[in-house]
């Protein structure tokens, strides 16, 4: 009998660890040396295990990448913040631990998303990314984004250029 060693699931509080570890990882490796080292090392202090737990209990839109039994990434997901009609559902955070990138996983995380996002009945789909951030960009190309609006976000003293990837 095959077993699913992989699989995408809605997050439980007993994943918290993982998520802070994943969450560190991921961001470390994503954005050391385009976010400011200063603005990165808060940012990731501020989401720690505590902030985990607490996003959990509040039920948070979240979904873990399971592998093996243990949350290799997550996804975060609601209604777009964008306002724009074709576009209803929005992916706030999709990310996974280093160790798990480049094996086809992120897309599951994308895919559940979009899964979840077609069940709230919101139609077309938004993700920003960080225009720097050529891995993330590359990944939301491959997967059919198209570039629909730009924006920028300031980290410390530093404005970073971000774009906006939508599927109909």
């Not at 607490?54 to 399971?66: E, G, N, Q, Y």
């Not at 009945?121 to 059919?144: K, S, T």
Request: glycine share 10%.
């Amino acid at each position: 009998m095959p077993v699913d060693v992989v699989h995408v699931r809605p997050a439980r509080l007993k994943d918290a660890p993982a998520l802070a570890t994943a969450y560190e990882e991921a961001w470390r490796s994503a954005y050391q040396g385009l976010i400011p080292h200063l603005s990165l090392e808060r940012m990731i202090a501020r989401r720690g295990l505590r902030w985990w737990e607490s996003a959990l209990r509040r039920r948070t839109p979240l979904l873990v990448l399971d592998f093996d039994g243990a949350a290799a990434g997550y996804v975060t997901y609601g209604r777009c913040r964008l306002g724009r009609a074709p576009f209803q559902g929005e992916i706030f955070e999709l990310y996974l631990h280093p160790t798990y990138q480049g094996f086809g996983l992120g897309e599951k995380l994308f895919d559940g998303a979009r899964m979840r996002l077609a069940e709230l009945r919101l139609r077309g789909l938004l993700v920003w990314a960080l225009a720097d951030n050529h891995g993330a960009c590359a990944f939301y190309r491959r997967l059919g984004g198209k570039l629909i609006a730009e924006g920028s976000e300031t980290f410390g003293d530093v404005t970073l250029r971000k774009i906006a990837f939508a599927w109909a």
